[in-house]
């Protein structure tokens, strides 16, 4: 069956430290991968969004690495701020073309002062 | 420039009672999405409309679920009858295109009891 797995549920680190979050994904092939962050009661936000052909992507403090041999993407956040805090989530679009997304459970991030 | 628009924010309603979602999405957004997001888990589509046309509802509960986007602007999800299993958050998101970056409203947190 295809799964999309976001591998903590939970995470905290240290303001100052490198956050990473998995993404890891199975039966799908898709064309890129996208992350989200959402905050309590607001909706998920866009922050970044790479191919399958591209190894790696920044954006400011945001890293994303795609692994289509692992089935596997990479979010991290360096320097990680308490403003941070928030629940990140990877989405992925299995039918190229539609962009009907297939969203992970998330990453709930807290940066600790 | 005024983001996806969705209301109510929260409405409690008695099982067995039908319910309502409106979303108007950002100006000049064709594409129009409606997401299910039970706690803790990732958004779920459940139709994408591409102006007036429902594309895809392949994930849309027909027995009881039904959406309309009458003149390719806002639109409208019901439910009827609400069941118990139904309590989730609704989640409208536009985009310019079907390819193009979708954006979030707040959502409608639904409690059916």
């Known amino acids: 069956s295809q799964k999309i797995e976001q591998n903590s549920e939970a995470l905290n680190i240290q303001e100052g430290k490198t956050a990473t979050l998995t993404c890891n994904y199975t039966?799908?092939?898709?064309?890129?991968l996208q992350w989200y962050r959402q905050d309590p009661g607001r909706g998920p936000v866009f922050l970044l969004l790479i191919r399958e052909n591209e190894k790696e992507k920044r954006k400011e403090r945001l890293k994303v690495t795609f692994d289509t041999t692992l089935k596997q993407s990479l979010f991290h956040i360096t320097a990680s701020q308490p403003a941070d805090s928030a629940t990140y989530l990877c989405a992925l679009d299995p039918q190229t073309g539609a962009n009907n997304l297939f969203f992970g459970t998330g990453t709930r991030l807290t940066v600790i002062p | 420039e005024a983001g996806v628009v969705q209301s109510p924010r929260y409405k409690i309603i008695e099982k067995k009672q039908p319910v309502a979602f409106w979303c108007n999405p950002i100006s000049g957004h064709n594409t129009l999405y409606w997401y299910l997001q039970n706690l803790g888990q990732g958004p779920e589509l459940l139709i994408r409309y591409e102006n007036e046309e429902a594309v895809d509802d392949s994930q849309l509960p027909k027995d009881r679920f039904s959406a309309e986007r009458l003149k390719g602007v806002d639109s409208t999800l019901k439910i009827q009858p609400a069941e118990l299993g139904d309590s989730a958050v609704y989640l409208c998101?536009?985009?310019?295109?079907?390819?193009?970056?979708?954006?979030f409203g707040p959502g409608t947190r639904l409690l059916v009891l």
């Open positions: 039966n799908y092939s898709p064309a890129y």
């Open positions: 998101a536009s985009s310019l295109a079907p390819l193009e970056t979708q954006y």
